[in-house]
């Protein structure tokens, strides 16, 4: 069985700084695009970043310059790192990633999320 568990959201204040964390476990062969998501009270999920297998990423333009995300793939894990973070930002942050076990199927898994408050 493989799953998906992010972790790293909370409160912080305007300008301040977090990082999120989805960690996949279980049987796994690869693990292939990754993404982290959000949506916010009232509208719809929106892609925030992805990042290919191999490391190639692209970013919406509302969080382009303040956040990077990155993966490590020994721990298969992949990272949101987010600075200057704005009001608008508060949401909840779902992780998204394209696996392939070791019976090699693919899946689509996404996360629980994890709720990321940006509040003075």
């Known amino acids: 069985q493989v799953q998906l568990v992010e972790s790293g959201g909370g409160l912080v204040q305007p300008g301040g700084s977090l990082r999120l964390s989805c960690v996949v476990s279980g049987s796994i062969f690869s693990m292939n695009d990754m993404g982290w998501y959000r949506q916010a009270p009232g509208s719809q999920r929106e892609l925030v970043a992805a990042?290919?297998?191999?490391?190639?990423?692209n970013y919406a333009d509302s969080v382009k310059g303040r956040f990077t995300i990155f993966r490590d793939n020994a721990k298969n894990t992949v990272y949101l790192q987010m600075n200057s973070l704005k009001f608008e930002d508060t949401a909840v942050y779902y992780c998204?990633?394209?696996?392939?076990?070791?019976?090699?199927?693919?899946?689509?898994?996404w996360g629980q999320g994890t709720l990321v408050t940006v509040s003075s």
């Open positions: 998204n990633a394209d696996v392939t076990d070791r019976m090699y199927r693919t899946f689509k898994l």
């Open positions: 990042i290919t297998s191999g490391g190639r990423s």
